[in-house]
């Protein structure tokens, strides 16, 4: 049985800046993160010993999981979203703006009959999100 589920991303190279847009935007703790050339073994691929070869962050008590992936294994990211529940009208303003700025918006910010406020947006760094702020409850 499993006792483990976390997202788990895959990016161009560009790994580090999604960290530290999460770290900024969404006030993601870093658990853990190594590169390419601090991997054991010392296998790094040409140019890309400063890629991430692996990232464990926290948003809230949940966990992301994320890396660089060399072209190989690069996939166009579909048939899911990501989705975070913020506790105000402010914070899910505040991260909405973030998100679409380079980025694109699927659903813009507006109340919904389900929520207080709810947008879809594909981040900068090709991750579909969907932010929700609930109707006078806190998020779960």
Request: one cysteine or more; glycine letters at 10%; proline letters at 5%.
């Amino acid at each position: 049985m499993a006792n483990d589920l976390a997202p788990y991303i895959h990016f161009d190279g560009n790994c580090r800046e999604a960290i530290d847009f999460y770290v900024e935007t969404l006030g993601a703790r870093v658990i853990d993160s190594m590169t390419y050339g601090d991997a054991p073994g010392g296998q790094a691929p040409e140019g890309e010993c400063d890629w991430i070869i692996y990232a464990s962050l926290l948003i809230g008590d949940r966990p992301l999981m994320m890396s660089d992936a060399p072209g190989q294994f690069q996939e166009r990211r579909q048939g899911f979203n990501i989705s975070i529940g913020l506790e105000s009208v402010e914070e899910i303003e505040r991260v909405y703006a973030a998100f679409r700025d380079g980025g694109v918006v699927r659903m813009e910010l507006q109340e919904t009959f389900f929520a207080k406020r709810f947008a879809m947006v594909t981040d900068r760094f090709g991750t579909p999100w969907m932010l929700t702020c609930n109707m006078g409850q806190t998020p779960t």
